[in-house]
């Protein structure tokens, strides 16, 4: 550690010069009590002043990485381990199998469709800007294979235009939809057009949401006359999608109010598969918000869902439009949680999740037994899709040391087989992986995953701590080739499966929301400790990071315990929790947050929310801050106002920095090349501030014949 104290002299960080950042006197007042906004102008994204603070912040930012030791190496390693081919979730259409393929390095992977053996791009969305910027977002083929409907975004915004392509020519239709977010795209059967959610207009990237509702769009028409099949005026921020059972005959709509798991579920009977009548009879199903209910398939006049309705682990009920409020259990909750599940055929194929790891259970279709499926290796499951025809069920499957792999499991037989699997440009038996569980501040037990390389010699390491905790999200086994460079220089990975997310179930998620926020924090921090304390790292070599809610779980514990860590990468996170609901869709978060309008939250969010709570002293953990000058689901002001106050109060003599990404979002839609360049910059930023240097005697791997 010498040697890297008389580096990180040499690099000139203990003398950063950062740039000037105006305070305001802007003091907002809540429920009484006063608190002062001083940076509330970074909040306008778009001003002169916060574009030259941008580029100034940046070019600050900039010298500093460029400074780092081996970023260059970090950055080719990176490129190496990112060129594997890369497959989505299979769907079959009209006898093919459609699915986004990358063969490696493109900027955005393709649409392909594969049939007798033959695969063919139907999509390149690489073609559509010179920046690969332009994604390909929703998309859904036409029942009889003829018709390609797609989402493109730009830059990583949430906003969408659709179009529809004919799959016979390869050309584009003239009509384009827009004012699209947060949508899907769902056929009618007789493949004369799609169902979809759009909001009556916007002015701009950052609009505030309102007022989306159902259409039904026909082939050759305008969207002007696109016909209006749902809206609720009377509750304009509830959200709504839609989608067509398999047979046809009835559109499924659910309904949510925010990023909220409980929803309504209503139906329309489109009366005749082949001629649908797109504003038949609505039927609801269920209207009280108190559950989770997502339909899994259809049988008849049966509708099989997935509900957490007096089961917080889910159970699956069969419901009936004939007489709306009957339900009948079909699939009883268990010890462990229900993730996902399909009909297919007369078989319902169910998702649940153990310590974290999701297993496949087949049961009959009325639900009187359980058999599980063989899969390679502990992991993910993903796009569970039930065959047409009843008969198979597809799926992707990844851990942490296996890019997603497709497979398809025949029903008759539990026989899996492997449908395309990539082939790694590095051996991964090197690494192990391990589940260890740990107390929390409370008592409560917790897991966590630790990666590291086969034989790791003894002694503290580098370790990199990933968490997120909320919106009952779980962080199952999933790859990301950044990891393995890290790990094959010696450095341990560890994901802390936190309170907030799914893992156990609703209860798991609720222990981690509103005025139980901060078990999620004590979480994170016990992990640390837990790491710490068992010799696996030290507090001088522990790197954390986390997105979005994640990188607000980073601001808090690097406020809250700074001496824990030696580096933080909070990214595009919620760092004004007493402002966020007030931009594009930050309300729908109110769920798991609370607001400050409400004056008993207010209190529980001013004492953790980031930007109002960094402390002074000497042990601030050296901090890069990220976000995209795009992103529409967290604003960047809050990022921006973060790092200010961070600057400003300047806690230690380790960097305070940002890295603004332009032409980005919250992270969807990224191209490839920007993010190998950021996890480039995040690695060797973490790499340096928690001492894994890249050892002269331990060569890259070589890579391995693809």
């Not at 609009?207 to 259409?215: P, V």
């Not at 799926?395 to 792999?405: D, E």
């Not at 936190?498 to 179930?505: A, F, I, P, S």
Request: glycine share 8%; hydrophobic share 40%; charged share 20%.
């Amino acid at each position: 550690m010498l040697a890297l104290g008389a580096l990180l002299s040499a690099t000139a960080v203990h003398a950063l010069d950062y740039p000037e950042t105006p305070r305001g006197t802007v003091v907002d007042t809540y429920h009484g009590e006063q608190v002062a906004d001083p940076y509330r102008w970074l909040e306008d994204v778009d001003a002169p002043q916060v574009k030259k603070w941008i580029a100034a912040q940046n070019a600050l930012t900039r010298t500093h990485l460029d400074q780092l030791p081996d970023r260059a190496a970090w950055r080719a390693r990176l490129a190496q381990l990112w060129n594997y081919e890369k497959y989505g979730a299979p769907k079959r259409v009209a006898g093919a199998l459609f699915y986004r393929y990358n063969d490696g390095l493109l900027d955005q992977s393709v649409l392909v469709r594969e049939q007798a053996g033959q695969r063919k791009v139907v999509l390149d969305p690489n073609t559509l800007s010179a920046d690969g910027t332009l994604a390909l977002t929703d998309w859904a083929v036409s029942p009889d294979g003829r018709y390609l409907a797609y989402g493109v975004a730009e830059a990583g915004s949430d906003w969408n235009r659709y179009h529809v392509r004919d799959l016979r020519t390869g050309q584009d239709r003239a009509e384009v939809l827009e004012h699209i977010k947060f949508s899907n795209i769902s056929w009618s059967h007789d493949s004369a057009g799609f169902f979809y959610s759009r909001y009556p207009g916007s002015d701009g990237v950052f609009s505030d949401l309102e007022n989306q509702a159902i259409y039904y769009h026909k082939l050759g028409s305008a969207q002007a006359q696109d016909v209006l099949v749902l809206s609720d005026p009377e509750h304009p921020r509830r959200n709504m999608y839609a989608r067509v059972s398999d047979d046809g005959r009835y559109l499924l709509i659910s309904l949510r109010e925010g990023a909220r798991e409980e929803n309504a579920l209503y139906v329309r009977d489109l009366n005749q598969a082949e001629r649908p009548f797109v504003r038949g009879r609505l039927i609801k199903l269920v209207d009280d918000f108190s559950a989770k209910y997502q339909v899994i398939g259809v049988d008849g006049p049966y509708v099989y869902a997935l509900t957490t309705d007096a089961a917080p682990n889910g159970r699956i009920v069969r419901l009936d439009v004939r007489h709306p409020g009957r339900q009948k259990t079909v699939v009883e909750a268990g010890q462990w949680p229900i993730e996902d599940a399909r009909l297919a055929g007369q078989h319902l194929a169910v998702v649940v999740m153990r310590d974290a790891v999701n297993k496949l259970l087949v049961y009959p279709l009325d639900g009187s037994s359980a058999t599980p499926v063989v899969l390679p290796e502990l992991g993910s499951i993903s796009g569970l899709r039930a065959a047409p025809d009843g008969r198979s069920v597809s799926f992707t499957h990844a851990s942490f040391v296996s890019p997603a792999r497709q497979l398809e499991v025949d029903l008759s037989d539990l026989r899996v087989t492997t449908l395309n699997q990539a082939r790694l440009p590095v051996d991964t038996s090197d690494f192990v992986t391990e589940q260890v569980f740990f107390s929390s501040r409370d008592g409560t037990r917790v897991p966590m995953f630790i990666l590291r390389k086969r034989g790791h010699p003894g002694g503290p390491r580098p370790t990199w701590l990933y968490g997120y905790g909320g919106f009952s999200i779980s962080l199952t086994p999933w790859f990301k080739p950044e990891r393995l460079a890290w790990l094959e220089q010696g450095g341990v990975f560890v994901v802390a499966n936190l309170r907030g997310g799914g893992e156990y179930g609703a209860a798991w998620h609720k222990a981690g929301t509103l005025h139980n926020k901060q078990n999620v924090f004590d979480d994170f921090i016990a992990a640390a400790e837990s790491l710490i304390e068992t010799g696996i790292t030290s507090p001088e070599q522990l790197t954390i990071e986390g997105r979005s809610n994640g990188g607000l779980l980073v601001g808090a514990v690097s406020n809250q315990r700074p001496e824990l860590f030696a580096a933080a990468l909070p990214g595009v996170g919620v760092m004004d929790m007493l402002r966020f609901h007030k931009f594009t869709i930050g309300w729908a978060w109110t769920g798991d947050y609370g607001s400050s309008d409400d004056a008993d939250m207010f209190k529980v969010l001013r004492d953790y929310s980031p930007y109002h709570n960094v402390p002074g002293g000497d042990d601030y953990p050296a901090t890069m801050v990220t976000t995209a000058d795009h992103d529409d689901r967290v604003v960047p002001g809050h990022s921006f106002k973060f790092a200010a106050a961070l600057q400003h109060a300047d806690p230690g003599s380790a960097p305070k920095l940002i890295r603004i990404q332009t032409r980005a979002g919250h992270g969807a839609g990224m191209p490839t090349h920007m993010r190998i360049e950021q996890a480039a910059d995040e690695m060797s930023f973490a790499a340096f501030h928690s001492g894994l240097q890249r050892a002269a005697k331990i060569p890259w791997q070589k890579l391995v014949a693809r």
